[in-house]
């Protein structure tokens, strides 16, 4: 008789979490309880959409925004949560509450989920809803803040909109993050993927923007609508500096006066090196730092701050 | 003072799970109790590989194939676990010994996991590899298998491999569900998608055969590189029917004699009938019956099985 090993009740986990709340099942959890089925769909089958709002000295940006296009990309995948909007505000606001965290990571998911009959049929699964606020995070940390982020234009091709809605927020990473070791090896910090035509499309997590002769433009298709590029749209209206949507060659790239990428993990972040190429003078340009301040004056701006209700 | 929701010490979760038996972090778990962190990146980047062999009547078939494809995938995206080939091959014989199945649908993972830093730099993650096993499934019901699968071809096209490498066992779905939703607008049961050319790629979960004036032929690129896939060449071999890799257009499909799918979940299965039109006879084909006889047959042939060392 073959000797078998021991069974656990249940998991015990060594993995060490950051400090968060998390909200399942009706339930307001550490971050470190938070885990889903290895058989729910938006594990097995990437089958999910989510949304990240940040939470800036006590208050969200552009909620809003955010939650629109959750409740959209729900929509195109079929899926609906027991909860309304104001539900789901609510708790995103108590888990940020609850965290304490000031500055904070708010991301809200929906997953396919499981069939109660193991269905392989996604009509049949129970579409689950789970929210977390973390400590607030950035793809450039604070050297690369102030002196520009060495990025690399990989060969990968972004998973086009054909095979995968961009306008619904997903997890599909695998270009983004063989783009990612690609760079890497090059001696990059982050990645700059392609389109199917060869012109720039965005990298992980991130939209692109160049700026030239004073003027600013960022990919026009096939990449995610991001709400910080939206806010890039919104403040050049403001500041009156023309911003435009069109397709970038990887050329025109190169041969920017400034680039900088955009991100709710990061807001407005600098690139002074593309490949082997300084862009511009190497050091970041004053149209990128016009716009960093500007969008970080914007959060004191009613129309786009909801501040949290900590107790 | 706002008041604030409580905050549980623990997850408890309404959602039922199949049976069957789980090992993550060094332990075997009932299925139930095998979760991931919402924060492992297999999760929200779907930054994962995987396989999946099955057990027939106390067997796994073709174990040897499914562990070279993990670990070249693992490899592949610059992965690695604590387990060395033997090491996951007892893994997931205790597995299904402790689940006492005798047919199982036996799944293994490695996920990105998370950094012990929270670093958003994929380097720096542990990965963790999961494997499971649960009852044998099937992407054809036992009427269907029958009678024959009705499936749409549908518009959306298969996330090219200048993407995503299909030769890397994956998650990225989101492609395929939309394609079922379509396929299920329509009438359909499962849906067809296409290559980047117009030409038939896979479906979720399986892969594509047509069978023509007795010779067989399925997409020969863009696709995964099914094991199942790879025994129908082996048994067309035996058998002595041509069967060739090459481009396949959605006309050849339709105008096919008899159109059959493979997948580890089911083996061969018939497909009788595509959009409003029926395959050949408009029943399952003798071709199609032939091999799914020798498919499963195949399954004595002691080159491919290995027995389950119950307790």
Redesign the interface.
């Known amino acids: ?18 400090p968060g ?2 909200f ?2 009706g ?13 729910d769909n ?6 999910a959409t989510y949304d990240v709002v940040h939470v800036w000295k006590g208050a969200f940006f552009r909620l809003d925004d955010h939650l629109d296009r959750f409740f959209s990309g729900m929509e195109k ?2 899926m609906s949560i027991p909860f309304g909007r104001a539900e789901v505000i609510e708790i995103l606001h ?1 888990c940020v ?2 965290s304490g965290l000031e500055d904070a990571y708010v991301e809200f ?1 929906c997953t ?3 069939s ?1 009959t ?1 269905s ?4 049949d699964a ?1 579409n689950r809803f ?1 929210a ?1 606020a ?2 607030f ?1 950035s ?1 450039a940390n604070p050297e690369q803040m102030s002196r520009g982020l060495h990025a690399a234009i990989t060969e ?5 909109p ?4 961009p306008t ?1 927020k ?9 783009g ?2 690609a760079a ?1 090896a090059q001696g990059a910090e982050t990645a700059i993927l392609l389109d ?1 035509n060869g012109n720039i499309a965005e990298g992980p ?1 991130f939209n692109v923007f160049a700026v030239k002769d004073g003027k600013i433009s960022t990919p026009k298709s096939g990449v995610l609508m991001g709400i910080t590029r939206q806010t890039i749209f919104d403040l050049c209206a403001e500041l009156q500096i023309t911003c435009a949507a069109h397709d970038l060659a990887p050329s025109e790239l190169r041969a920017a006066d400034e680039v900088f990428v955009t991100s709710t ?1 990061g807001g407005v972040m600098p690139v002074t090196k593309i490949d082997e190429t300084s862009i511009g003078t190497g050091s970041v340009g004053p149209l990128t730092n016009e716009i960093t301040e500007a969008y970080w004056r914007m959060h004191e701006n009613d129309r786009f701050r909801q501040a949290i ?3």
Chains 1, 2 share one sequence.
């Open positions: 008789m073959t000797k078998m090993p021991a069974l656990s009740a249940c998991h015990s986990d060594p993995a060490t979490y950051p709340i998390a399942m099942d339930q307001y959890l550490p971050i470190s309880e938070a885990k889903i089925s290895v058989l938006g594990f097995l089958h990437s089958d995948l079929h108590n509450a609850l998911i396919r989920g499981t109660p193991f392989r049929d996604p009509r129970v789970i977390f973390i400590p995070g793809v990968f091709v972004r998973i086009p054909s095979s995968v809605d619904v997903n997890y599909h990473w695998l270009d983004l993050v063989k990612l070791y890497y199917a997590g993990a209700r900590y107790p």
